[in-house]
């Protein structure tokens, strides 16, 4: 009987044992499963700035590389520090996902609203006389049959980004991206990614490439790229009762070149010789006006971010 006693109590201890040990893995379980639960709510409820997959791929790569401890917030927080470049690159790049050109023209839009296929369709952008030579020999390259510049020139943008690109026999980085883009369709997405919160909006290609509800002016470009005129948003003449641009800036954009324009209404530059006005003309124009804005206008800016 006393043995009977032993062995009962030997089977009830691991019993026990076995049970707590169920118990515990189950309640280890169940934040794990309601954090899960909670991502993908969190996902779903959330509006984003770019497109369902994209974030969702971001999102989820972020937790990875914090091992699951990151909560949402926190992974929030450190992708709204990312920019639009910084996005596209972490979509494109992880996982060895298979890149093709409408792959990144389907990306480009999703992320920076820039169509380059409406670009390339209604031949906008970069004058394709004007392509560099490293583009035409890319092209030549990858061709079946001998081209000349002429040739290249009449096809649409999108059809010589293909053929630009096939002429790797590697797969492109980031870098080459954003080279091969500026190149044929003159959209500088570094530089636009970095518009952000300057206080300046971009139109040009015939589409908004970047705008926010509280710019103070706008930079707008021709379907060529071969003018540019400058002049201020709704925004900017509510909070300040101008309705042309301030003196001062145009006096430094008068040292760039630019002249006020009765037909546009605003100041004005056209290329002298009819070609695509160039990255660093461009830049200096950005760079001026981001600089005035900072100097006399960057409470409109704080206020913009308090919102």
């Given at each position: 009987?006393?043995r009977?006693?032993?062995?009962?109590?030997?089977?009830?201890a691991v019993?026990?044992?076995?049970?707590?040990?169920f118990?515990?893995g189950v309640?280890?379980?169940?934040?794990?499963?309601?954090?899960?639960?909670s991502?993908k709510q969190?996902l779903?409820?959330?509006?984003?700035?770019y497109?369902?997959?994209?974030?969702?791929?971001v999102y989820?790569d972020?937790?990875?590389e914090?091992?699951g401890?990151?909560?949402f917030?926190?992974?929030?927080?450190?992708?709204?520090?990312?920019?639009?470049?910084?996005?596209?690159?972490?979509?494109?790049d992880?996982?060895?996902?298979?890149?093709?050109?409408?792959?990144?023209?389907r990306?480009?839009?999703?992320?920076?609203?820039?169509?380059?296929?409406?670009?390339s369709d209604?031949?906008a952008?970069?004058q394709?006389?004007?392509y560099s030579?490293?583009?035409?020999?890319?092209?030549?390259?990858?061709?079946?049959k001998?081209?000349s510049?002429?040739?290249?020139?009449?096809?649409?943008?999108?059809r010589?980004?293909?053929?630009?690109?096939?002429?790797?026999k590697?797969?492109?980085?980031?870098?080459?991206r954003?080279?091969m883009?500026?190149?044929?369709?003159?959209?500088?997405?570094?530089?636009i990614?970095g518009l952000?919160?300057s206080?300046?909006a971009l139109?040009s290609?015939n589409?908004?490439?970047?705008?926010?509800?509280t710019?103070?002016f706008?930079?707008?470009t021709?379907?060529d790229?071969?003018?540019?005129?400058?002049?201020?948003t709704?925004?900017f003449?509510?909070?300040?009762g101008?309705e042309?641009n301030?003196e001062?800036?145009?006096?430094?954009l008068?040292k760039?070149?630019f002249?006020?324009?009765?037909e546009?209404?605003?100041?004005?530059y056209a290329?002298p010789?009819?070609?695509s006005?160039?990255?660093n003309?461009?830049?200096?124009?950005?760079g001026?006006?981001?600089?005035?804005?900072?100097e006399?206008?960057?409470?409109?800016?704080?206020?913009?971010?308090?919102?």
């Amino acid at each position: 009987m006393e043995r009977f006693r032993k062995k009962w109590m030997q089977k009830s201890a691991v019993i026990l044992t076995a049970f707590t040990l169920f118990t515990a893995g189950v309640s280890a379980a169940v934040p794990q499963e309601v954090e899960a639960k909670s991502w993908k709510q969190n996902l779903d409820a959330e509006e984003w700035k770019y497109s369902d997959p994209i974030m969702s791929t971001v999102y989820k790569d972020r937790r990875k590389e914090s091992k699951g401890t990151d909560s949402f917030h926190e992974a929030e927080s450190s992708i709204e520090t990312m920019t639009k470049a910084d996005i596209m690159d972490h979509y494109l790049d992880r996982n060895n996902r298979r890149v093709t050109p409408y792959t990144l023209i389907r990306v480009v839009d999703a992320v920076f609203s820039i169509d380059l296929q409406a670009i390339s369709d209604l031949g906008a952008g970069k004058q394709a006389g004007t392509y560099s030579d490293h583009v035409l020999e890319r092209v030549r390259e990858a061709s079946p049959k001998p081209l000349s510049d002429e040739e290249i020139s009449q096809f649409s943008k999108v059809r010589v980004m293909e053929l630009y690109w096939s002429s790797f026999k590697k797969r492109l980085t980031a870098e080459e991206r954003y080279t091969m883009i500026n190149e044929i369709f003159g959209v500088n997405l570094v530089g636009i990614a970095g518009l952000e919160g300057s206080g300046v909006a971009l139109f040009s290609k015939n589409q908004w490439i970047s705008q926010y509800d509280t710019d103070l002016f706008i930079v707008e470009t021709g379907s060529d790229d071969v003018d540019v005129w400058v002049y201020p948003t709704e925004y900017f003449k509510q909070q300040t009762g101008l309705e042309k641009n301030p003196e001062e800036l145009n006096n430094r954009l008068t040292k760039l070149g630019f002249s006020y324009s009765e037909e546009k209404g605003a100041f004005y530059y056209a290329d002298p010789n009819g070609e695509s006005v160039p990255d660093n003309f461009k830049g200096q124009t950005l760079g001026t006006i981001i600089g005035f804005i900072q100097e006399q206008y960057k409470d409109l800016l704080e206020t913009e971010n308090a919102a």
